[in-house]
Each structure stands twice: as structure tokens, then as C-alpha cells.
């Protein structure tokens, strides 16, 4: 079903203070523009290779915070038997770069990835993306068919599976603002807002559903308000109707980024949480779950 850590290291916990204080090893895995964009590795300290591998990237609205933010979690995969990578990605400003350039970024990452697969010692087969808020979009576009052949050619996931937490998988609303500039305006009648719209919709992860998609584990705070609870529980039924591998847990009396310690819930509840994620990510991958 997800990913297969190896059962060995099922007993290791979270401990935020030792994970803060793991170093990962940096790789460059695009350059252009005198700048470098890296990866972040963190590697299981096992020599069974290949690894299961989990790539990280961040929230922060697609204009703010960096990959050090999932850091102890990429140690945590580590721990776990996986290599944990976090993906630097750039930000979008207000005058040349927008979610678009967040999303191509964010997919030359996971090609690098497959590509040096042997070098890196992962299985490729293994591959699972995971993203918190902003982040969590980029996650599952990289689990989405149809995303993935608008930016790669070629129309399948680039992972096997894919952990969205409180994240954002509809750009028609509010979250617009990612593509176009004071998000999408107008009225019904309006070409220049169809078109707008249209363009949202070919980029949501929730109206770009094939049977074929990663699995997925869907995890929201009830009383988030920043991303919505029932995009999230849209999304979980929109996989599920396509046959889709799909869970949705939704967390009481849980704000936004639930899984980020040192911000609006104890560091305890974040490590639980972090835990049983991977928990379940224990379980073996099916036999048709494969990245090609």
C-alpha cells in the first residue's frame, strides 16, 4: 500500500532536539541564472540500499520559509530506513516568478532524483512526496498524471505516494492569488476570467484526477483556518471515485501545520502525529504501485 520502511526501525521515536541537531549531506540538482538550487539528504545509516525515499517540501504560501523547515523530518525519515531529501524550490514575488516556476522546480527534483536513483541509493519504485500546506500542493502535483505530463511530457506520477497535509489542492479560489495577480476576478461573462479560471482548474490537483495517481494519506486540522477542511475531504472523495489509494484523518482541535514543532501546537502532538504518518507508511507498496 505505501512505501515499506523497513519494520526494523518501527520503535524509533521523535525527538525534535536530537533531529534539529542531524547536518545533511547538499547536492546541486539544477543551476541556472548564476543560481543553485539543492537538495537536502538525509541518509538511514543501514547499508541495505536501495532505500525507500521521501522528499519534502515546505509550506509558507509558495513565498516565504525554506527546506531547513523539514529538516528534522527528513532526519526522522532516516531514521525510519528511508532517505529523507527536502527540496529547495524557488519563492514566487511580485514581479517575475509565480507558482508555476514553484512547480517546475519542484518536479526537476524529483527527476534528479529518479535519474540518479542508483547513485543516491534509492529505489525508485519507492518514492513518496511530502508536503505541508504550500507544500503539500507541490506534493501532490508530483503524484498527478495529468500535472506531471503538462510539465514533463510524459503522463504519469512521478512518485508511488504522497502525504498532503493541511494542504491546497484547489486554485480556483482564494489561492488564485498563486497564479494570477489579486487572484480571479470578474464576471461569469468575462473571456479574461474563463480563460483565468480554466488555467486554475488545468493546475489543482483536485479537477486532474486519474485512476493511476499516487496513493495518498490526506491528514487536516478541524480548526485550521487557513486551508479549508472541505477541500481537503473533496479531494479525498474525488480519489476515492477514481479508485484511487486514499485516506483522510481528519485531527480535532488541530490548527494549521500540525506537523511543525516550536509553532501553534506542543512539540509532543507534532511528534505523534509525525509518527503515526510513518506508521503507516510502513505497510508494502502494492504490486501496480510503481514510478516508471
Given at each position: 500500500?505505501?512505501?515499506?520502511?523497513?519494520?526494523?526501525?518501527?520503535?524509533?521515536?521523535?525527538?525534535?532536539?536530537?533531529?534539529?541537531?542531524?547536518?545533511?549531506?547538499?547536492?546541486?540538482?539544477?543551476?541556472?541564472?548564476?543560481?543553485?538550487?539543492?537538495?537536502?539528504?538525509?541518509?538511514?545509516?543501514?547499508?541495505?540500499?536501495?532505500?525507500?525515499?521521501?522528499?519534502?517540501?515546505?509550506?509558507?504560501?509558495?513565498?516565504?520559509?525554506?527546506?531547513?523547515?523539514?529538516?528534522?523530518?527528513?532526519?526522522?525519515?532516516?531514521?525510519?530506513?528511508?532517505?529523507?531529501?527536502?527540496?529547495?524550490?524557488?519563492?514566487?514575488?511580485?514581479?517575475t516568478?509565480?507558482?508555476?516556476?514553484?512547480?517546475?522546480?519542484?518536479?526537476?527534483?524529483?527527476?534528479?532524483?529518479?535519474?540518479?536513483?542508483?547513485?543516491?541509493?534509492?529505489?525508485?519504485?519507492?518514492l513518496?512526496?511530502?508536503?505541508?500546506?504550500?507544500?503539500?500542493?507541490?506534493?501532490?502535483?508530483?503524484?498527478?498524471?495529468?500535472?506531471?505530463?503538462?510539465f514533463?511530457?510524459?503522463?504519469?506520477?512521478?512518485?508511488?505516494?504522497?502525504?498532503?497535509?493541511?494542504?491546497?489542492?484547489?486554485l480556483?479560489?482564494?489561492?488564485?492569488?498563486?497564479?494570477?495577480?489579486?487572484?480571479?476576478?470578474?464576471?461569469?461573462?468575462?473571456?479574461?476570467?474563463?480563460?483565468?479560471?480554466?488555467?486554475?482548474?488545468?493546475?489543482?490537483?483536485?479537477?486532474?484526477?486519474?485512476?493511476g495517481?499516487?496513493?495518498?494519506?490526506?491528514?487536516?486540522?478541524?480548526?485550521?483556518?487557513?486551508?479549508?477542511?472541505?477541500?481537503?475531504?473533496?479531494?479525498?472523495?474525488?480519489?476515492?471515485?477514481a479508485?484511487?489509494?486514499?485516506?483522510?484523518?481528519?485531527?480535532?482541535?488541530?490548527?494549521?501545520?500540525?506537523i511543525?514543532?516550536?509553532?501553534?501546537?506542543?512539540?509532543?502532538?507534532?511528534?505523534?502525529i509525525?509518527?503515526?504518518?510513518?506508521?503507516?507508511?510502513?505497510?508494502?507498496?502494492?504490486?501496480?504501485?510503481?514510478?516508471?
Open positions: 500500500m505505501y512505501i515499506g520502511l523497513s519494520k526494523k526501525v518501527y520503535d524509533k521515536k521523535v525527538n525534535w532536539e536530537v533531529l534539529k541537531a542531524e547536518r545533511p549531506e547538499t547536492i546541486v540538482y539544477k543551476a541556472f541564472g548564476g543560481r543553485e538550487l539543492k537538495l537536502y539528504v538525509f541518509r538511514p545509516q543501514e547499508r541495505n540500499a536501495p532505500f525507500p525515499a521521501v522528499l519534502f517540501y515546505h509550506g509558507g504560501g509558495w513565498e516565504r520559509e525554506s527546506p531547513a523547515r523539514l529538516f528534522p523530518h527528513a532526519a526522522y525519515a532516516a531514521l525510519r530506513g528511508a532517505v529523507g531529501i527536502c527540496a529547495e524550490y524557488r519563492l514566487m514575488d511580485d514581479e516568478l509565480s507558482i508555476r516556476d514553484c512547480i517546475r522546480d519542484c518536479f526537476d527534483a524529483a527527476l534528479y532524483m529518479i535519474k540518479h536513483a542508483e547513485e543516491l541509493g534509492i529505489d525508485r519504485n519507492r513518496i512526496s511530502f508536503g505541508d500546506s504550500a507544500g503539500a500542493y507541490l506534493a501532490a502535483v508530483l503524484g498527478c498524471a495529468k500535472i506531471a505530463g503538462r514533463t511530457g510524459v503522463y504519469k506520477p512521478l512518485v508511488a505516494h504522497t502525504v498532503f497535509l493541511n494542504g491546497i489542492a484547489d480556483t479560489g482564494k489561492w488564485s492569488c498563486a497564479l494570477f495577480k489579486g487572484g480571479i476576478t470578474g464576471g461569469p461573462d468575462d473571456d479574461g476570467r474563463r480563460e483565468k479560471l480554466a488555467e486554475a482548474r488545468a493546475l489543482s490537483p483536485l479537477f486532474n484526477i486519474s485512476a495517481d499516487a496513493g495518498t494519506l490526506i491528514y487536516h486540522g478541524q480548526n485550521d483556518s487557513v486551508t479549508e477542511q472541505y477541500t481537503a475531504e473533496e479531494y479525498y472523495c474525488a480519489l476515492s471515485e479508485g484511487v489509494n486514499v485516506e483522510l484523518t481528519l485531527l480535532p482541535e488541530t490548527k494549521h501545520a500540525f511543525l514543532p516550536d509553532l501553534y501546537h506542543p512539540n509532543e502532538y507534532c511528534a505523534d509525525l509518527e503515526k504518518i510513518f506508521n503507516r507508511l510502513t505497510i508494502d507498496l502494492s504490486p501496480n504501485s510503481r514510478v516508471g
